[in-house]
């Protein structure tokens, strides 16, 4: 994950077609995250996982409900909230989750991700009742991620939306240890490099339903820089 540059993440709710899953796995990318919000349900997470896994890129689970957690995936990502108001965002679902699937969780498989939610607008802001922080609030939810909880992933969240590069630049100046993520309206190749140039990788999802091509450029795009 450390050598990783650029993530697509599809979500289970949503169609996309053979002919287009084959171009976003043989596209390059580094990883599949299967990840979403909304209507997220077992068969729809087990469907799209067979579909992904007739070609060879690394498939995750971005765990978003546990009523969708399934064996198969190469690698979990389970998101805490850092700037929800709800401690269940950040602690009690995954202590719930930890709970009963101890005995066959695999920790060399799974991940944690120091969330902060950025879009006020988007539904993952919303379903969280998280709170936007200001620049000094999110440095130091990036030097919590690191120094306190050890996490290895601290995620700038937008989205839906095209975020603040200069505020990327700045959590990622402040972090050795962890890697940055970032993912919020990406859409073009220019976007692409530019959050690349302050992040470690970039996710790049929504485009993917609105503008496909455009979207599977970015992979090309981030690839090619040095
Ligand atoms: C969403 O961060 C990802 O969880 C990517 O954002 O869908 O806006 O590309 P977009």
């Known amino acids: 994950m450390n050598e990783w540059k650029h ?3 599809l979500d289970p709710a949503k169609e996309i077609s053979e002919e287009q899953l084959e171009m976003i796995c043989e596209s390059g990318t580094d990883a ?3 990840g979403g919000t909304d209507n997220i349900t077992l068969d729809g997470v087990l469907e799209l ?3 992904i896994r007739r070609f060879t890129v690394p498939c995750i689970l971005e765990v978003s409900t546990m009523d ?3 064996p198969g995936f190469d690698y979990y990502y389970i998101p805490m909230v850092m700037n929800s108001t709800e401690k269940k965002w ?3 679902i995954q202590h719930q989750a930890i709970k009963a699937y101890k005995d066959i969780m695999d920790w060399n498989e799974i991940f944690v991700e120091g969330y902060c939610i950025l879009n006020k607008d988007s539904k993952v802001f919303k379903h969280t009742n998280s709170v936007i922080p200001d620049d000094e609030d999110v440095i130091a939810y990036a030097h919590m ?3 306190v909880f050890h996490l290895p992933i601290f995620y700038i969240e937008y989205s839906g939306k095209y975020g603040d590069t200069e505020l990327v630049k700045k959590v990622k100046d402040q972090l050795n240890n962890t890697l940055l993520f970032y993912g919020g309206g990406i859409e073009n190749n220019f ?3 530019e959050m690349k140039e302050h ?3 970039i996710v790049v999802g929504n485009s993917l339903y609105k503008d496909f091509k455009k979207a599977l450029k970015t992979v090309k795009a981030v690839k090619d820089m040095e």
Do not use: G, N, Y
Request: aromatic letters at 4%; hydrophobic letters at 55%.
């Open 68 to 70: 969708a957690i399934t």
């Open 191 to 193: 976007q692409a490099r």
């Open 90 to 92: 950040m602690m009690d």
């Open 145 to 147: 991620a690191e120094h």
């Open 49 to 51: 996982l067979s579909r």
């Open 199 to 201: 992040s470690d990788i």
């Open 7 to 9: 993530i697509f993440k």
């Open 32 to 34: 599949i995250i299967v």
